[in-house]
């Protein structure tokens, strides 16, 4: 309450009236000022709202005061080479980017501040060509209006390593005022700042615009595999695309027009606007935020529909089906997809290399693993977070070891190529859709390549769900659960033996013969059950919301075989983790 009385006291006074009207609500007050916004290994997301534990200017700056005091530390060499910030389309995010602009300049941080909106993968590319030291992307992905968000990003382009990021969140720590944080004084009207291309807004702040713009599409150019069969059948495929209002319109519609390949455009998710009236969610995993594509589609007679989320990381895929009708691709089946078309092309064009490797997360199905081994490709798998990912190119780049040709995620994140170090749906709808005209040039359905996956690698069922944790101790019930299971570890999981537990929070695992071995990765409070080489149950906490995460992956000689054991399985974790 004391918190919320100095805040009342000193925000603007076009601000005051927002938090006057939640005076006597005593559970809204604890909901905004009872802790700060937590600032974990991706950035920090909240809802749009005054206060400590949400997104505003105030929290913004406080975070950017932190990074400025970071890059400050690195010396002026740094400083010099600056940060990109980007922003997507949802409501505040231009304002939040001129926030986070104002407070590194008046540090006497450079600053390259993106025009117009623009997603992830763009961001995370133009920190490597412009020399960069880190970056700022304002955006909360795929969650609902209410949130907005703020990701760093390092000088490789991936997402900040855990160890600057720890940093970094002792000298936001260090800001005890939030209203003591110094922004220069710049009057700048967002018309003005779309404008501009590539030039100076102010001291310390450059207007990024369509130069860096044209390099990143030219690197993706460099990715395509079979524009042969793109030219003979790209006239005859009819691609829908939706951007669900946000940032990816531009990008996608761009490239695919470079790779000669037509697409419609959902006219009524076209257009950016940050409350996406026309989706629950503007999220490609939910089923609903395709329907307005696949409606279209089927109008059209099309045969595929591609959706990007609102930063346009993230790609969602539906195909028809044997008899016509369209349905949802799952992240895993996405991801086995185009990495086979990769490998596959890769090999008949002659350019896989011998030390070809695969990067996918802990929780994406084994299905990756068998498809790389038979074109001879190593698999990693890294922890949930793309930053993983980017980590190991970065690591290739410098040692050689490895070339690196895919890395995806079962959460609808994919990546072609090295130009970027995060998920780039913007490239992976341009391969998909290539995908498309590769196969429909030898007269094949994705449907059908899908089944020949299954039925030559086996039929992989990847099902997770999710259990939120309601009030404010949400994140003290989830430590329990966990701690839970990680103290009673079972030995099968209906039915079903359990051949190794892993507890990656102590970094250790135990065989089921008595055998206890280390896990080579960064401790995170994660838990694995081992079933056999291809299957497993895992249950993970969010790290920015008050939820547990259960994952299955199971194998089947058959659909409904597999089908049916994970839903064993998963009632059976679901119970593990409530009871």
């Known amino acids: 309450m004391q918190t919320y009385l100095e805040w009342l006291d000193k925000v603007d006074e076009s601000e005051r009236e927002e938090l006057l009207a939640i005076k006597e609500n005593e559970d809204q007050i604890k909901r905004q000022f009872a802790m700060p916004l937590e600032f974990g290994t991706a950035g920090m997301r909240g809802i749009i709202a005054l206060g400590t534990a949400s997104i505003n200017k105030y929290t913004i700056r406080r975070a950017t005061l932190g990074v400025a005091n970071y890059i400050i530390g690195l010396g002026k060499e740094a400083m010099d080479a600056g940060v990109v910030v980007s922003y997507d389309t949802r409501n505040f995010s231009y304002e939040f980017a001129l926030e986070t602009a104002k407070v590194f300049a008046f540090n006497k941080i450079k600053v390259h501040l993106y025009n117009d909106v623009h997603p992830v993968p763009m961001c995370s590319f133009a920190i490597r060509h412009l020399g960069a030291v880190a970056g700022i992307m304002i955006t909360a992905s795929h969650n609902p209006k209410q949130y907005n968000g703020y990701k760093v990003y390092g000088d490789d382009g991936a997402q900040m390593a855990i160890e600057a990021t720890n940093v970094v969140v002792e000298y936001i720590n260090a800001v005890e005022d939030y209203f003591s944080v110094q922004t220069i004084d710049l009057n700048v009207s967002r018309d003005k700042v779309l404008s501009m291309n590539e030039e100076p807004l102010c001291d310390y702040i450059d207007v990024i615009g369509s130069g860096t713009d044209a390099c990143y599409y030219a690197e993706l150019e460099k990715l395509s595999l079979s524009s042969e069969a793109v030219s003979r059948v790209a006239s005859k495929m009819k691609i829908v695309y939706t951007p669900i209002h946000g940032s990816g319109y531009k990008p996608v519609t761009e490239i695919l027009s470079r790779m000669g390949i037509p697409c419609s455009v959902v006219e009524e998710q076209k257009l950016p606007d940050g409350n996406f009236p026309t989706v629950a969610m503007p999220n490609p995993e939910q089923p609903d ?226 055998e206890i071995k280390s896990i080579d990765l960064p401790k995170t409070n994660v838990i694995k059950y081992q079933l056999s080489d291809d299957e497993w149950a895992c249950v993970r906490p969010s790290g920015t919301e008050p939820k547990i995460k259960i994952y299955v992956s199971v194998k089947g000689k058959t659909k409904a075989e597999a089908a049916a054991k994970n839903a064993n399985v998963m009632g059976f974790v679901e119970q593990l983790v409530l009871n």
């Open 289 to 514: 935020a395709l329907l307005m594509g696949i409606s279209l589609a089927k109008k059209l007679k099309g045969d595929i529909v591609i959706g990007t989320d609102p930063d346009a990381d993230r790609m969602g895929i539906a195909i028809r089906d044997k008899k016509g009708e369209f349905f949802l691709l799952t992240g895993n089946q996405i991801g086995a997809m185009l990495l086979k078309y990769i490998l596959l092309r890769n090999s008949e064009n002659g350019t896989l290399p011998a030390n070809s490797a695969v990067v996918k997360t802990i929780v994406t199905s084994m299905l990756g693993d068998k498809i790389a081994m038979k074109y001879g490709a190593t698999v990693y798998n890294v922890l949930t977070g793309f930053k993983f990912i980017g980590e190991k190119i970065k690591d290739w780049e410098s040692s050689g070891e490895h070339t690196f040709m895919f890395g995806y995620e079962e959460s609808f994140g994919f990546l072609s190529g090295t130009h970027a170090r995060d998920k780039d749906a913007v490239v992976s709808s341009m391969l998909f859709a290539e995908m498309a005209c590769y196969y429909g040039d030898k007269g094949e359905k994705l449907c059908d390549v899908l089944d020949g996956i299954y039925t030559e690698f086996g039929y992989f069922e990847d099902i997770s769900m999710s259990i939120a944790f309601g009030g404010l101790d949400g994140m003290k019930q989830m430590s329990d659960v966990m701690d839970k299971l990680r103290s009673h570890p079972v030995n099968n999981l209906a039915g079903v033996p359990v051949v190794e537990f892993l507890d990656y929070k102590e970094s250790m695992s135990m065989v089921y013969t008595g």
